[in-house]
T-cell receptor
Framework: DAGVIQSPRHEVTEMGQEVTLRCKPISGHNSLFWYRQTMMRGLELLIYFNNNVPIDDSGMPEDRFSAKMPNASFSTLKIQPSEPRDSAVYFC???????????????FGEGSRLTVL | DAKTTQPNSMESNEEEPVHLPCNHSTISGTDYIHWYRQLPSQGPEYVIHGLTSNVNNRMASLAIAEDRKSSTLILHRATLRDAAVYYCILRGAGGTSYGKLTFGQGTILTVHP
């Protein structure tokens, strides 16, 4: 089975440009998570969805960030306008419930490395 | 969210067992103890999880203290490929913490040949 697929793997852009990161979760998983990793702050949860509905977006840094999950097999994380401090590795992860509780494992993608100049 | 405390770094020799400790004194009764690791330039990878009893899988063993305020991840024979950052995480089973993983700084494990 294919794992969580993220694209692009690397993105270099200039400040002010719009950036869109994409994620395809594992088929059958109904929870999807977006994380950001920097040297200074480590891994931070930005937002997560359950059955395509955003459950907790308290980690989204500011209004420049938005995330959507139009269907069970696709999610996007958009930054508009981008700033140099947004440079980070962005990870998407998916999970399936076990017995109604999220005790199961999260499967992470390989990440999208974003550099904003 | 309940927090965990781990040593910043540990070292081991190849083929020797490694015991990675984690303190979680404020754990609640419904929190699961999860361990993930992150190899260089990769996303985090699930290692093991448990609630009250010790757990074993093909990757590692998880020993949970009787009062659940601490746990230990055991790699029975470290290999060079086990060099990674290991995260001990408490994961809520319901409510607003439904499914969330909050990563700390983790333990950087160095394995020497």
């Amino acid at each position: 089975d294919a794992g969580v697929i993220q694209s692009p793997r690397h993105e270099v852009t200039e400040m002010g440009q719009e950036v869109t990161l994409r994620c395809k979760p594992i088929s059958g998983h109904n929870s999807l998570f977006w994380y950001r990793q920097t040297m200074m702050r480590g891994l931070e949860l930005l937002i997560y969805f359950n059955n395509n509905v955003p459950i907790d977006d308290s980690g989204m840094p500011e209004d420049r960030f938005s995330a959507k999950m139009p269907n069970a097999s696709f999610s996007t994380l958009k930054i508009q306008p981008s700033e140099p401090r947004d440079s980070a590795v962005y990870f998407c992860a998916s999970s399936s419930p076990e017995g109604g509780y999220y005790t199961g494992e999260l499967f992470f993608g390989e990440g999208s490395r974003l550099t904003v100049l | 969210d309940a927090k965990t405390t781990q040593p910043n770094s540990m070292e081991s020799n190849e083929e020797e067992p490694v015991h990675l400790p984690c303190n979680h004194s404020t754990i609640s009764g419904t929190d699961y103890i999860h361990w993930y690791r992150q190899l260089p330039s990769q996303g985090p990878e699930y290692v093991i999880h448990g609630l009250t009893s010790n757990v074993n899988n093909r990757m590692a063993s998880l020993a949970i203290a009787e009062d659940r305020k601490s746990s230990t991840l055991i790699l029975h024979r470290a290999t060079l490929r086990d060099a990674a950052v290991y995260y001990c995480i408490l994961r809520g089973a319901g409510g607003t913490s439904y499914g969330k993983l909050t990563f700390g700084q983790g333990t950087i494990l160095t394995v020497h040949p």
